[in-house]
């Protein structure tokens, strides 16, 4: 089955200890991204990556750090978490030249920092 | 910047009624238009995707809309469930290489039985 899928679901830490949160496509897209959505805030861009070894920030990288070293996978690094980090986040994929290709998105990944 | 609107915020139907859920976006260079249902708490679900050369596109119930001219979209959705009540999200993903998505506010859909 095409899928996105995130790890994990849910995550309780506290603040400043480092995390990841895994990315995993196996549709062969060259374009992935992270996603954090907030109350009143909608869905924001963190990172975006258009290939392997490419990526660039979206309008809320602050705070995070991407990598991509391999095609189907995009890890979203939190090096020092704060309580403001807490969101639900969403990864996404797509291959980058079809326009009849929407976005898929992982189930999600609920964060709280404490 | 492109950015995306959605009206009304909120909507609350009884079921069995026809609803049509707006969508602005104010830069027409759009690579496509997608919409999502989501579920509280939960991810989002594709249903529609308008390619930026197309004027609309059906699923099932569902009718989707594009005017790129005016920058609006509307999600149609026709005999309305219970089952439908969710948010629904627009999204427009930009033209270049990019291919940034942004999300309007959403809709919060109720259909009351």
């Known amino acids: 089955e095409a899928q996105v899928t995130q790890n994990p679901r849910y995550l309780i830490t506290v603040t400043g200890k480092k995390l990841t949160v895994t990315c995993s496509q196996n549709?062969?897209?060259?374009?992935m991204s992270w996603y954090r959505q907030d109350p009143g805030l909608g869905l924001r861009q963190i990172y975006y990556?258009?290939?392997?070894?490419?990526?660039d920030k979206g309008d809320v990288p602050e705070g995070y750090k991407v990598s991509r070293k391999e095609k189907r996978n995009f890890p979203l690094i939190l090096e020092s978490p704060s309580p403001n980090q807490t969101s639900l986040y969403f990864c996404?994929?797509?291959?980058?030249?079809?326009?009849?290709?929407?976005?898929?998105f992982g189930s999600g990944t609920r964060l709280t920092v404490v | 910047k492109q950015e995306v609107t959605q009206i009304p915020a909120a909507l609350s139907v009884p079921e069995g009624e026809n609803l049509v859920l707006n969508c602005s976006f104010t830069d027409s260079a759009i690579y496509n238009l997608q919409w999502f249902r989501q579920d509280p708490g939960k991810g989002l679900t594709s249903l529609l995707l308008?390619?930026?050369?197309?004027r609309e596109q059906t699923s099932g119930r569902l009718n989707a809309s594009l005017d790129k001219s005016s920058g609006r979209s509307t999600l149609y959705i026709a005999a309305s469930q219970p089952g439908d009540s969710a948010t629904y999200l627009c999204a427009v993903s930009s033209s270049g290489s990019a291919r940034q998505l942004t999300f309007g506010s959403g809709t919060q859909l109720t259909v009351l039985p």
């Open positions: 996404a994929s797509i291959p980058r030249y079809r326009a009849n290709y929407g976005y898929t």
């Open positions: 990556s258009m290939n392997v070894e490419v990526t």
């Open positions: 549709m062969n897209h060259e374009y």
């Open positions: 308008i390619q930026s050369s197309q």
